[in-house]
């Protein structure tokens, strides 16, 4: 079943600006994944951060985790024109050989 | 490492007829193969979960007779879409985990019309 709720579901920003992404999870979590996908693709894996983790960076993106509110956010710095795609939040319930749990996710566009 | 390809691409089918898709593990060994659907403009939906040589596990609402899926060998999974109709019209995604690795890797997807 759907747990993952992600807000905005929509964001435009300008070329440069900082966009911001959060996911709201229900159930106990191993860890949680960020992907992105853009328009009829595949996904493409950012990052995850386990459940042990409060904060993981990795280029541009810095994700965060709180698991006492169940919410995890998606920062990306310094936006590009390339970054305009889908971004979802995958929960993890256990290893990876568990099935995910994606979130609705947000549509990014960034404005040249 | 950790490609995971898919084939077709993309099918077009007329309702009442079957299709098969592939999913491969091409550099790594995949104990376990997820099968996700993703419509329009939504996000993806496990359907089922597959381990090399048992039968798949499927979510709640997903009609294991109309979604058939095989995980025969270590490197390959199948899904057909028996008696396909209009609805089944999706973007079909499956991903793989594998000993060693510590997440699931995903295939880029395979886009299914039905007429």
């Known amino acids: 079943s759907q747990q993952g709720e992600e807000d905005p579901q929509a964001l435009s920003i300008q070329e440069g600006e900082n966009a911001t992404m959060n996911c709201s999870y229900k159930?106990?979590?191993?860890?949680l994944q960020w992907y992105r996908q853009n328009s009829g693709r595949g996904l493409v894996h950012l990052i995850l951060i386990r459940s042990n983790e409060r904060e993981k960076h990795s280029g541009r993106l810095r994700v965060t985790l709180d698991t006492s509110k169940k919410s995890s956010s998606l920062l990306i710095t310094a936006s590009r024109a390339a970054d305009t795609a889908s971004y979802f939040c995958?929960?993890?319930?256990?290893?990876?050989?568990?099935?995910?749990?994606f979130g609705k996710g947000t549509h990014l566009i960034i404005q040249p | 490492g950790a490609v995971v390809s898919q084939h077709p691409s993309w099918v077009i089918c007329k309702s009442g007829t079957s299709v098969k898709i592939e999913c491969r593990s091409l550099d790594f060994q995949a104990t376990t193969m997820f099968w996700y659907r993703q419509f329009p403009k939504q996000s993806l939906m496990l359907m089922a979960t597959s381990n090399e040589g048992s039968k798949a596990t499927y979510e709640q609402g997903v009609e294991k007779d109309k979604f058939l899926i095989n995980h025969a060998s270590l490197t390959l999974s199948t899904l057909t879409v028996t008696s396909a109709h209009p609805e089944d019209s999706s973007f079909y995604i499956c991903?793989?985990?594998?000993?060693?690795?510590?997440?699931?890797?995903f295939g880029p997807g395979t886009r299914l019309t039905v007429t």
């Open positions: 991903s793989a985990f594998g000993t060693g690795l510590y997440e699931q890797y």
């Open positions: 159930t106990s979590i191993n860890n």
């Open positions: 995958a929960a993890g319930s256990g290893g990876g050989a568990d099935g995910l749990t």
